[in-house]
């Protein structure tokens, strides 16, 4: 509570300094190609696209609609650069130029960092931004984000709409966005959405609830105030995949129905409450401050089953043998408040132009997480068959694992000795791990983009985070606890070079660092109390081509390395756990009024070490979307996403390997009336047998199988 007086305080000063130094030059660009207008988005300062010397990628609620979109995976798909993960079936996670990530993700510039599905629902666009990116974002933030930017009310309109879809999968949708002119000053927009979830794999069910209103008032002609409630309820099964095979290591095709788990214990349950606010205050033409403060209280549970061991009877029966299933139990509360003030100026100085962004932020979380794993009745230590350690001692806990025969479905009730056998999870109190972690951080950002003319631009800035993570390991009264106190600083460059107006070359160098309590809080050591985060080192050059006002094309290169913090005062040299280098290419935009076009190319190397391959780094990716609008009803669109090979762990291939694929979807848009539209989206046309992503060894995830989905509009 203080740090956020002490913030209140800072950016009374701010405002008050920002009138003293503002000038009357040329009105900020605010429209058009550009990352930052009347909304909390990415890069907080509004210069378009084509100057920014960084990869990003927009997606636009058009776009979301129009590909049928319904979560995060389905976006990366079609975005060069960043992949997906499993996520173990109950979260979002992706692989951001070969940097697996669970929490970088962010809500209107805020960081949302729980494991959970997001929906989107109450999206207005989406921005993915590659590259370490801790100036502006703080620590984690190293191969990339995800920042979706919710939808806001528009004083002075009111619009109705309603949006449902089925899929032959059974699984139904309906989502309603309301917005209400209240007043000449005030608006509220109203969004809800509900789905059930079905796919093509056994027990698979789920429903997401979600619920936001927000509401804006103009409190006077230079100051708006945004004031947001989301309600967040989430169920759903969770699959962990197939094995894989003990000779070619890839998945094993003919278990691709068979799922490893069960209704009753694999399952996953996220509650949560986000509050927002920002107040904008405009303070001349050239300059603003936007505060804003986010408190959300997530509660998320999650268990399962899945495969440690796969053992077939013979290669030539792959369907009959054992398995051996491990799994736990999970759960967290997470408490978070975010406190952010960001000032924009622009001055000119001599004969450049200085866009001028200067930041607070005080960030506040309390985290608890307690995890039980599996205990089978086998091995409670009442059993000849107890070949462990006690399930009631935490050191024995992990190592207790059970044999049973294949099926479909499978029998988890008794091994494959034909012992009757329970599985549970909390054996009274006899925790693997539980922790209270408290972190608090503030942060000072200060980033100046220099035109120098109209062909050369200039950005540099540095964050200052003054951080502090206290772990207590809570499963005894006299459990350890560590606390990391450090001051770290992220710095960014980056040049601009405009031979043309639509055209630009960028070289830049940015920074990143990772904690060692890791991203989701869950460990600390007393080793970690004493040692600098690691760092994220990315370097990249790049070209933008704005081909027509509405179609641009974008090409860089970039080479990162994930350099181990040490113990302090150690002399021994720096070690690198992981480097990746390599280029995207992305064409993305209206070709023509009828012809729309995306397409998408990544190639990347990645190692741990010298000639030990990283996991979750396909050879290639490559993708294309075109939608064409043959007249005022009717349109039909067209992509596909092919993947390269990659691995399922680091190292040897022996670990999992995932093979190439290349999947195909289509679209049809008819426009029935003014106030009605109806869009059928057809997933995987030719019922390919793929195998996007995992999690580790025998923790394969098939990918869905052919898919039709009907959907509605109304708007009234």
Request: proline letters at 3%; hydrophobic letters at 35%; one cysteine or more.
């Amino acid at each position: 509570m203080k740090k956020l007086l002490i913030g209140i305080f800072i950016t009374v000063g701010l405002i008050s300094s920002s009138l003293l130094f503002a000038q009357d030059t040329e009105e900020l660009e605010v429209k058009g190609k550009v990352l930052q207008s009347d909304q909390v988005t990415a890069f907080k300062t509004p210069v378009p696209v084509l100057n920014v010397p960084q990869s990003v990628s927009i997606i636009t609620d058009d776009e979301i609609r129009k590909k049928g979109y319904r979560e995060l995976g389905d976006i990366v798909r079609y975005t060069p650069g960043v992949n997906t993960t499993q996520g173990e079936g109950h979260r979002d996670a992706m692989v951001f130029r070969g940097v697996r990530s669970t929490a970088n993700f962010y809500l209107d510039g805020a960081r949302d960092d729980v494991q959970y599905y997001r929906s989107l629902y109450n999206i207005e666009q989406v921005e993915v931004i590659k590259g370490a990116n801790a100036l502006l974002f703080g620590r984690d933030a190293r191969g990339g984000l995800i920042n979706r930017v919710t939808k806001k009310p528009v004083i002075g309109e009111s619009f109705r709409s309603v949006d449902a879809g089925i899929d032959s999968f059974g699984a139904f949708d309906v989502a309603i966005d309301t917005n209400m002119d209240t007043s000449d000053s005030t608006a509220i927009r109203l969004m809800l959405h509900s789905d059930t979830l079905e796919n093509h794999r056994d027990f698979f069910d789920g429903d997401r609830l979600g619920f936001n209103i927000v509401s804006r008032t103009e409190l006077d002609a230079d100051s708006t105030l945004d004031l947001s409630y989301e309600y967040v309820d989430h169920e759903r099964f969770i699959d962990r995949g197939i094995p894989t095979s003990l000779t070619s290591y890839l998945p094993v095709e003919e278990l691709k129905d068979y799922v490893f788990g069960t209704p009753e214990i694999n399952t996953q349950t996220t509650e949560a409450d986000i509050i927002r606010a920002k107040l904008t205050r405009e303070l001349s033409d050239t300059s603003r401050v936007i505060v804003s403060l986010t408190m959300n209280d997530f509660d998320k549970m999650y268990q399962n089953l899945y495969v440690s061991k796969y053992a077939p009877a013979a290669a030539s029966t792959p369907t009959v043998g054992t398995i051996d299933a491990d799994g736990y139990l999970d759960v967290t509360a997470r408490e978070s408040t975010i406190f952010n003030v960001d000032w924009v100026n622009e001055l000119e100085i001599g004969t450049a132009t200085h866009t001028i962004l200067a930041g607070l932020e005080v960030l506040e979380t309390e985290n608890k997480n307690q995890r039980y794993y599996k205990c089978f009745s086998s091995h409670d230590g009442n059993s000849a068959l107890d070949n462990a350690a006690d399930c009631t001692a935490s050191s024995g806990q992990k190592s207790n694992k059970e044999t049973f025969t294949l099926g479909r479905p499978m029998d988890f009730s008794q091994n494959s000795d034909g012992v009757a056998n329970t599985t549970h999870f909390d054996q009274a109190g006899a925790f693997y791990a539980r922790t209270e972690t408290d972190v608090e951080i503030t942060s000072i950002s200060l980033q100046d983009q220099i035109s120098i003319n109209e062909n050369v631009l200039v950005t540099i800035g540095g964050r200052f985070d003054q951080m502090e993570l206290t772990v207590n390991d809570t499963r005894t009264a006299s459990g350890a606890t560590t606390v990391n106190d450090r001051d770290i600083f992220s710095p960014r460059a980056g040049l601009t070079l405009k031979p043309q107006e639509n055209v630009s070359f960028f070289v830049a160098y940015s920074e990143s660092f990772y904690p060692k309590a890791g991203e989701q809080y869950k460990k600390q050591s007393a080793g970690a109390a004493i040692t600098d985060p690691d760092t994220f080192e990315n370097t990249e050059i790049g070209f933008k081509m704005e081909i027509n006002p509405d179609l641009m094309f974008t090409a860089n290169y970039f080479d990162s390395d994930n350099v181990v913090g040490r113990a302090d005062g150690e002399g021994t040299a720096e070690t690198t756990n992981l480097s990746v280098d390599g280029f995207e290419l992305e064409l993305k935009g209206q070709i023509s009024d009828q012809l729309y076009a995306a397409f998408g190319y990544a190639n990347f190397d990645g190692e741990t070490t010298p000639g030990t391959q990283a996991k979750e780094i396909p050879e290639s990716t490559l993708s294309g979307w075109i939608n064409y609008q043959v007249n005022d009803t009717f349109g039909w669109g067209i992509g596909f996403t092919s993947q390269g090979e990659s691995q399922a762990k680091d190292g040897a291939r022996s670990g999992g390997i995932l093979p190439d694929y290349t999947r195909w979807d289509a679209a049809g848009y008819w426009t029935l009336s003014d106030d009605l539209s109806v869009q059928l989206n057809i997933e995987n046309l030719t019922d390919t047998v793929y195998f996007p992503h995992a999690h580790s060894t025998h923790q394969v995830s098939v990918g869905e199988e052919l898919n039709a989905r009907v959907s509605l509009n109304y708007s009234f």
